[in-house]
DNA sequence: TTGTACGCGTTATCAG
DNA sequence: CTGATAACGCGTACAA
C-alpha cells in the first residue's frame, strides 16, 4: 500500500492533521516539527493522494481538451499552446481525442464530468450533442466550431470565418480566377458552413454564377480531399482553382493534383485554411487564410480559467486572422 | 452541489449502497427497484464521481504519457495509435509534453504518481531523471528512449537504433556516397547514441574515414536541423550527403537547402528516421528508417496493461523497421 | 501550537 | 434482497 499521511504522522509522532498543515503550508506550526515532518516524508517517500484530496476540497487541477483529430496539424499546434498555457497556471490535460465520432465526443464529454474537470475546452465535431441534454452548468469553452443547435449559452472562441472566406475568395479572384470550386466539410459544422457562406458571397458580390458543382463534400480529412481531386481529373473537370475549406483536404487534393503531373500554381491553383505549418517545407506550404491558433488556445484558456471563478458568464470572442501568400496561388493572366 | 448517490437514494427511497448496487450492477436487487433507481439517477442527471470512487477502489482508469514535443508528427502519431488502443480498452490519457525539458518531465512524473494513475507510458528526454530516486514500483513503460542510466528494471519498447542506422548507412554508400555527414542530438539520448554508433560502425566497414567534422549535434527540433546546414553553406562545407538522425532536423536541413536553391537530391542527398509523414505531400517525404510508430504504441499500451496484472515484470522488446523509398536519395553516378 | 472529529462520495463487509 | 457501517486519504472547524 502506498505511504499515507497517516504514516508519516506515526513517524513523527504527530496527529495527521499537523502533518497536513505542514505538507499545505496552511496554519501555525513550531519550525523544528515543520522540519521533522518534511524529513519523514522525504525518508517515507510520501506521495499526496490527488484523489483524496480533490474529494475533499470539491475542486481539481485538470482541464478536458476535447479536439476531433490530432492527426491535424492545426490541433496539434492549439494543443500545444493549450498545454504550455496551462502549464504555466498549475493545470493538467485529460487527452481526448474524438476521431471525428459524435458519440465518442459524448462519451469523453461523460467521463470528464465524471473526473470533476475544472473545465473542458473543445473543438466540437459536426452535430456535436455535447450541449443537447446538459442541464448542468458546465464550465465549458467552445473552440473553432461552435455547438450544434442548443439554447443554452456558451463560451467560443474563433475568427469571423464568413469574412476570412470572403477575404480569401476576393484574392483568388483577383488574381483572375473565376473557375473555383470548393471543397468543404459538413455544414453542420458552423466554421465550415460560414466559409461555404462566404465564398458564395464573395462570387455573387463579382457576378460569377454560382452553380451546385461548385462544391464537393468532404470529412476534414487527407483522404477525402485526395479522392475528390482524383475524380475530378478522371471526370477531367479540373477548375481554374480549388478551394479547399481545412488543411488536411488541401494537403490532400495538392497530392492527388502531384501524383497526376499537375503543377501547381502554373496549371491549377489551390488555396485553403491553415495551410501553413511551421514543421513543413517550407515551399509545400499553402496560400490561404492563417488562424492566429496561439492567440484563440490563450484565448480559450484565459475563458476557461476565468469562469472558474465566475461561472455562468459566458462571452464570445472572434480574433483577427491572417493570410499567407504560398507558392500555390499565382496571378492568372 | 453535485448529484451524488445519496440524493438518488432519498429520491428513491432506498439505502445509498442499494443505489450503489444497480449502477454498479453487483449483487441482487429487485427488477422494480432497480428500475426505479435508474430513472431517478436519470431524472436527478447523477454522475458519479470518479474521485471518490478511484478513492475507494485504490484503481484508475487513467494513463499518463509523457512525450518530449508534440509538435513532431512522430509523436503525434504515436499518441493517435496510444489513444486509440487504450479508448478501446476503457482507458483515458493525461497528456505530458515536457517539451524536452527533463525538469517538466519530473514534474509530470510526479503528478501523474499523484493522481494514481494505472500506468505510464513515457518517451524520456534525454539525461531523464525520472528513474533516479525511484524507490517505488511504478508501472512505467519506456518507449523510444531508455532511461538516463538507472539500475533499476524496466520495460522498453522500441527498434534496434544501432542495426537500423547501420543499414540506412549502407544503402547511401551503395548509392555511391562517401563523404557523409550527420546531424544526432544529444548523445545522452539512448536512441541518437546507437545511430552515431552505427553510423560509424557502418563507415568503418566500408573504410570511410572517421573525422570529427561528421558529426553535428542538434537538438531534435527543426531549428537546430536549419541552422546547421546554413552554417555548412556559409562556410562552404556541403557534403554529399547529410543524414539527419530524427525528422525534425531532416526537415530544418530540407529547408534550408531549398532556401539556397540547392536541389535534392541532385546536388545534395538527404536522409532521415521517420522522414515520412502521412499527411505531408508524397513529395516531400523524406527517404529512410520507419520505425513502426504504431507497432510500438500497441506494444507499449500492451505491456504497461499486462504490468498492472503482474507489476514487477518487466521485458523489453524491439520491433523490426522499415525502409522508405523517397525522392531524396538518388545514385550518385 | 497541536489534536480530535467529521465529512467529501463511494464501495464493501456484515447483519438481518 | 436490503440496510447500516466502516474505510479509502485528506483538509478543516473546533476544541484544547
Redesign the interface.
Known amino acids: 500500500m502506498r505511504v499515507t499521511l497517516k504514516d508519516v504522522a506515526e513517524e513523527v509522532g504527530l496527529s495527521v492533521s499537523s502533518v497536513s498543515r505542514v505538507i499545505n503550508n496552511t496554519g501555525r506550526i513550531s519550525d523544528e516539527k515543520r522540519k521533522a515532518v518534511f524529513e519523514a516524508a522525504k525518508r517515507l517517500?510520501y506521495?499526496?493522494?490527488?484523489?483524496?484530496r480533490?474529494?475533499k476540497k470539491q475542486t481539481s487541477s485538470?482541464i478536458g481538451?476535447i479536439i476531433p483529430d490530432?492527426?491535424?496539424?492545426f490541433f496539434?499546434?492549439m494543443?500545444?499552446s493549450i498545454?504550455?498555457r496551462l502549464?504555466e497556471q498549475g493545470y493538467?490535460?485529460?487527452?481526448?481525442?474524438t476521431?471525428e465520432s459524435v458519440e465518442?465526443e459524448l462519451e469523453?464529454y461523460?467521463?470528464l464530468?465524471?473526473?470533476?474537470v475544472a473545465g473542458i475546452i473543445v473543438s466540437p465535431a459536426s452535430r456535436s450533442m455535447i450541449y443537447e441534454n446538459e442541464?448542468?452548468n458546465i464550465n465549458c469553452v467552445f473552440v473553432d466550431n461552435e455547438p450544434y443547435m442548443t439554447e443554452k449559452p456558451y463560451s467560443f472562441v474563433s475568427i469571423n470565418n464568413c469574412e476570412a472566406s470572403m477575404e480569401l475568395t476576393q484574392r483568388v479572384i483577383d488574381q483572375g480566377y473565376r473557375d473555383i470550386i470548393m471543397i468543404i466539410g459538413s455544414l453542420d459544422e458552423t466554421s465550415s458552413n460560414q466559409r461555404l457562406i462566404g465564398f458564395q458571397n464573395c462570387l455573387r458580390a463579382n457576378n460569377i454564377e454560382w452553380t451546385h458543382d461548385r462544391v464537393y463534400f468532404g470529412d476534414c480529412h487527407?483522404k477525402s480531399g485526395f479522392e475528390i481531386v482524383e475524380d475530378l481529373i478522371a471526370r477531367n473537370r479540373l477548375p481554374e482553382c480549388i478551394y479547399a475549406h481545412n488543411n488536411?483536404e488541401a494537403?490532400g487534393a495538392?497530392?492527388a493534383l502531384?501524383?497526376h503531373k499537375i503543377r501547381i500554381p502554373e496549371d491549377i491553383a489551390l488555396v485553403c485554411f491553415d495551410g501553413k505549418d511551421?514543421?513543413?517545407?517550407?515551399?509545400?506550404n499553402i496560400t490561404g487564410i492563417i488562424q492566429p491558433v496561439e492567440e484563440i488556445a490563450e484565448a480559450a484558456v484565459e475563458m476557461v480559467l476565468n469562469n472558474m471563478k465566475t461561472p455562468g458568464k459566458h462571452n464570445r470572442r472572434l480574433l483577427p486572422y491572417g493570410f499567407y501568400e504560398g507558392h500555390t496561388l499565382k496571378s492568372r493572366t
Open positions: 517517500n506521495t499526496p493522494n490527488a484523489n483524496a480533490e474529494l485538470t481538451v490530432i492527426t491535424n496539424s496539434v499546434r494543443l500545444k498545454d504550455l502549464w493538467n490535460i485529460i487527452f481526448c481525442d476521431d465518442r469523453y461523460q467521463l464530468k465524471e473526473k470533476n442541464t448542468q487527407y488536411m494537403y495538392y497530392a502531384r501524383k511551421p514543421t513543413f517545407m517550407q515551399d509545400t
